[in-house]
């Protein structure tokens, strides 16, 4: 699996990052902060929250190819 970078907070590679998967193009993978547990509630087994800032999703979205119909 190769993950590409589509939207990132800063320079240094540890911080907030949305990424494509090169191999799967309907898939989005998204690195964030861990959330303090009182915010994360009902969550499925198997899943994970993460905080991201806005604008990140904003820069990701904006950088991903229209999709076929």
């Known amino acids: 699996m190769q993950l590409v970078p589509l939207a990132i907070t800063c320079n240094a590679g540890a911080c907030p990052t949305v990424y494509a998967d090169a191999d799967d193009a309907s898939v989005l993978w998204v690195q964030g902060w861990t959330p303090d547990p009182a915010y994360v509630r009902d969550l499925p087994t198997g899943e994970a929250m993460v ?3 806005r604008d990140l999703l904003v820069d990701a979205a ?3 190819p229209q999709s076929p119909k």
Do not use: D
């Open 62 to 64: 904006s950088s991903l």
């Open 51 to 53: 905080r991201i800032p």
